[in-house]
């Protein structure tokens, strides 16, 4: 019998803090300075993701930085996925330095973003997406997305952003092997558990902007990324094998990488830092 071997992508997390960054711009609290004098792990960027080359996850205000830190070549892109419209999220201003004049010979791939109503208006309000090689696709929640190579991705309904806009998790599904992005989100409503029901996650990332403060809606805190992931369990969605990784913290929660992590690793959940690679 002749096996199949798996190909593995790198799925990489640009960034885990929430909207000021951490150490956040304007701030002199006791979090941000410590965290200004430890470095490494305890420096964080605004949320983004990139799956191998071709797709990438959200697109704010440290997609620059994100670019020559992590060594990434975004004329590569081919799908950008956008969760919701939140500043931190969504940066459009960079994406008019796609167009000619600024690259000379133009990239020479069609970028497609994807998003919901909120995000189209951002963009179109700013860029013109013919001249910046790239065109808008909106989402529909629980439909699935081909992104090519045997990589599908499902927007998920968040509990984010008010009620005038659908923001999304998104599931991303690749050769048998499930990851889910699920920051930016308090609990789950219900259609959204009741289709995690239905998978079994390889990995799952949990927002976790408030550390020990507790919180349940647009946000969580560590007790519910606990809580998450024994819902989870109880689910059959996730198993022992499940890597879940807790991440998108802010200064204003207080606990930096080894207190997060201090909590955290005996319920066996991970802490996430930028530059955390995992395979998919």
């Not at 808008?136 to 997305?145: A, H, R």
Request: contains cysteine; hydrophobic residues 40%.
């Amino acid at each position: 019998m002749q096996l199949i071997r798996r190909t593995i992508v790198t799925f990489t997390i640009l960034g885990t803090a929430a909207a000021e960054g951490w150490p956040a711009l304007w701030c002199p609290c006791d979090a941000c300075a410590k965290a200004r004098k430890l470095g490494g792990k305890d420096i964080r960027r605004r949320s983004a993701y990139q799956l191998d080359e071709r797709i990438h996850i959200d697109f704010g205000p440290d997609s620059y930085a994100q670019m020559l830190e992590f060594g990434l070549s975004y004329h590569r892109l081919e799908h950008l996925l956008i969760t919701h419209s939140h500043a931190d999220h969504l940066f459009p201003t960079e994406l008019q330095y796609r167009s000619r004049g600024f690259v000379p010979d133009g990239v020479g791939t069609e970028l497609t973003i994807h998003g919901n109503a909120h995000v189209e208006r951002r963009i179109r309000d700013e860029v013109d997406l013919a001249k910046c090689e790239a065109r808008f696709v909106p989402v529909t929640l629980f439909e699935p997305i081909d992104l090519g190579e045997g990589v599908i991705a499902t927007p998920l309904l968040a509990d984010h952003a008010g009620d005038d806009e659908m923001a999304v998790n998104y599931l991303l599904e690749r050769e048998g092997r499930a990851l889910l992005q699920g920051n930016d989100s308090g609990w789950w409503p219900d259609e959204t558990w009741e289709f995690l029901a239905t998978k079994t996650l390889d990995i799952a990332l949990i927002e976790c902007t408030y550390g020990p403060r507790d919180a349940r809606r647009h946000h969580l805190g560590v007790n519910q990324v606990v809580e998450v992931r024994d819902e989870l369990l109880k689910l059959g969605t996730i198993n022992s094998e499940t890597r879940v990784i807790a991440t998108h913290f802010s200064h204003n929660g207080g606990w930096l990488y080894a207190q997060l992590e201090d909590f955290l690793r005996p319920h066996g959940i991970e802490v996430a830092w930028d530059g955390m690679q995992l395979e998919l």
